[in-house]
């Protein structure tokens, strides 16, 4: 029986089904041996007419046979409920674990979001064709740094646009966080069909 502290294995309840094999086997066993007594089951009477011992069976290996049925019984039955209890204790582990992986992940996902520099500005509109659209910004994604301008010296969206302004056909580095991952996107501001150098538009996080 598997207990104390130890978590139960599989190795635990291979053991058990082999156990409860072995008593199968010998309950099988007891009911050949009855029925190698004249076909006596488990409640045919063991007295004749008369009421005396029947003389044609062994009535000792027929008492004991039927007294281990009934006690192999009993054990298969108890055995039949550790089987299953260690089946959901295997069961209930196994969920656990899954569950401290998942925890794990989620955890090392955290660290990384953390180390994620901070994002100032974010994009909510992109314009098909456009100079942004071309260099692959998205929208929602969270602009980290524009050119010179980052989450230390961003004051409003005219430093973006001043940047914009100066850098006119010279390609722009910059960092978004887009679904927790850092990402670079070269962008040159530019005249194009619609309007302004980029043809997005950038709005304050407001933290």
């Given amino acids: 029986e598997p207990g104390g502290g130890r978590p139960v294995t599989v190795s635990d309840v291979q053991q058990l089904v082999r156990r409860k094999d072995e008593i199968e086997a010998q309950i099988k066993a ?30 000792y290996q027929v008492r004991t046979a039927r007294h281990n049925i009934i006690c192999l019984q009993n054990d298969h039955k108890a055995l039949m409920k550790q089987v299953e209890e260690a089946l959901h204790k295997l ?35 992109v314009t098909p064709g ?38 006119e056909g010279r390609p722009l580095s910059v960092t978004v966080i887009r679904g927790g991952r850092r990402v670079h996107v070269g962008l040159t501001p530019k005249r ?16």
């Fill in 130 to 167: 456009s100079p942004a659209s071309v260099s692959g910004l998205q929208v929602d994604d969270e602009i980290v740094e524009f050119g010179s301008v980052n989450v230390n010296n961003f004051q409003n969206l005219q430093n973006i646009a001043t940047v914009v302004q100066h850098s």
């Fill in 30 to 59: 007891c009911y050949e041996l009855l029925e190698g007594q004249k076909g006596v089951g488990m409640h045919e009477p063991l007295v004749d007419a008369e009421g005396f011992p029947r003389a044609d069976i062994d009535l």
């Fill in 91 to 125: 069961h209930a582990r196994e969920k656990e674990k899954h569950a401290k992986d998942e925890a794990e992940a989620l955890a090392e996902a955290m660290s990384q979001n953390q180390s994620l520099p901070q994002a100032f500005a974010k994009v909510n509109a």
């Fill in 192 to 207: 194009w069909a619609g309007k302004g150098l980029l043809g997005c538009n950038i709005i304050p996080l407001q933290r």
